[in-house]
Every structure is written in structure tokens, then in C-alpha cells.
């Protein structure tokens, strides 16, 4: 990632760089890692503060952070493990799909 995703405070950059999110196949997942790190910058098509906004969101509708990972996903998967639950089918899958790009990575590097 470049400067495009850390926009200054206030740029009107941060436009485009949300453009580039709204065609990405893995948005999702992308905004699901910006909310469980505290991610600075443009991630998954949101800012900082709407992203602060979603959580306070969450929080008051009685929501917790960890039932809105969705399945399908790496951190769904991970749900799975933290509450000793045998990840669904989706979350296997999101995994495996996850740990093959990263081998392939590895084996170029």
C-alpha cells in the first residue's frame, strides 16, 4: 500500500483511494482486519473515523466486536477456534484459499 491509502487528514485523496476499495474482491476482509488492529489509513473503503464510527455503533446496539466477524472469512475462521467451535465449510475455505496465496508468495520470494 502507498500514500494513496494514508491520506493526510481532511484530503480530498481519500476519495480515490475509496474508489479503489469498491471493486476490491476482498473489501470485506480487508475492513474486517482494519477493525480488529485499530488500521490507519483507507482499509476495506472506510477512513479511521468511520470505521471509529461502526465500533461506537456496534457497542451501542449491544453488538459485540467478535459476533460481527462474518463467516467466510480468516477472522470467522479464527471465531471459530477462539469459542472451541469447528469452523464451517465458508471459514475453511477462506483459510486454505488465504494460507495457499501465502505459500505461493513465499515460493517466488
Avoid at 483507507?42 to 446496539?61: L, N, P, Y
Wanted: hydrophobic residues 35%.
Amino acid at each position: 500500500m502507498g500514500p494513496l491509502f494514508f491520506p493526510a487528514p481532511n484530503d480530498p485523496g481519500a476519495r480515490h483511494a475509496k474508489a479503489v476499495c469498491a471493486g476490491c474482491p476482498v473489501k470485506a476482509e480487508c475492513l474486517t482486519h482494519a477493525l480488529d488492529n485499530d488500521e490507519r489509513g483507507i482499509w476495506g473503503g472506510t477512513s479511521e473515523r468511520q470505521r471509529r464510527t461502526m465500533q461506537r455503533e456496534a457497542i451501542r446496539k449491544g453488538a459485540a466486536r467478535a459476533n460481527a466477524v462474518r463467516c467466510g472469512t480468516r477472522s470467522g475462521y479464527q471465531r471459530h477456534r477462539d469459542r472451541g467451535e469447528q469452523a464451517c465449510l465458508a471459514c475453511k475455505e477462506a483459510t486454505a484459499q488465504h494460507i495457499r496465496a501465502y505459500r505461493a508468495r513465499k515460493a517466488v520470494a
